[in-house]
């Protein structure tokens, strides 16, 4: 699901000077391995293409599957994001999905094994959820198929901050605890 014929998107004005061997290369070599290529299912000589998180646009039906069991999660789940931005995350109560479909979350830090997607290399803060008790009280967690971890959030699209396991640099969320 969620898939678009790669002919069609070729005759897009923008990409008509591309061709499938482009998109094939694009899918092949983009490091966070955003975008999945296929045969069409019914076509062996057509090829589709999709985007692996939907990100902002809520017809994308990506390919996600749900954690159902918090013991699936074996590794540090974090989101990565700036300084500049904490303030505002404290304010709002928690993680907020903002425009996106979903929050996004690394499945440990940029260069560790298996990590290729969900966190920018240059995040100046990394939030660790406790997806536990996340998942305990209620909220839903999914996996892409380029290992990024997605939670829609409450109602509101918000991750509160009850579920911050750590926050780095550790300053921050010292500061954060002494109010």
């Given at each position: 699901t969620g898939f678009v014929e790669c002919e069609a998107l070729?005759?897009?004005?923008r990409l008509q000077d591309h061709n499938l061997d482009e998109i094939k290369q694009v899918c092949e070599n983009n490091d966070k391995q955003r975008f999945c290529i296929r045969q069409h299912p019914n076509n062996s000589n057509r090829f589709q293409i999709r985007a692996n998180?939907?990100?902002?646009?809520e017809t994308v039906e990506a390919e996600l599957?749900?954690?159902t069991d918090p013991n699936e999660i074996t590794h540090d789940v974090i989101h990565g994001t700036y300084k500049k931005c904490w303030p505002e995350i404290l304010k709002s109560g928690g993680l907020n999905k903002m425009k996106r479909n979903h929050i996004h979350f690394?499945?440990?830090?940029?260069g560790d094994s298996g990590v290729i997607s969900g966190m920018r290399q240059n995040a100046e803060v990394r939030i660790y959820i406790?997806?536990?008790?996340a998942m305990n009280e209620g909220f839903e967690f999914f996996e892409s198929s380029n290992g990024v971890i997605l939670?829609?959030?409450?109602?509101?699209?918000?991750?509160?901050?009850?579920?911050?396991?750590?926050?780095?640099?550790?300053?921050?969320?010292?500061?954060?605890n002494a109010k």
């Open positions: 070729l005759k897009h004005p998180q939907g990100h902002s646009i599957r749900q954690i690394a499945k440990g830090l940029p406790d997806v536990r008790e939670c829609p959030g409450d109602i509101n699209g918000v991750l509160p901050v009850k579920y911050f396991k750590k926050v780095t640099p550790h300053k921050l969320w010292n500061e954060y």
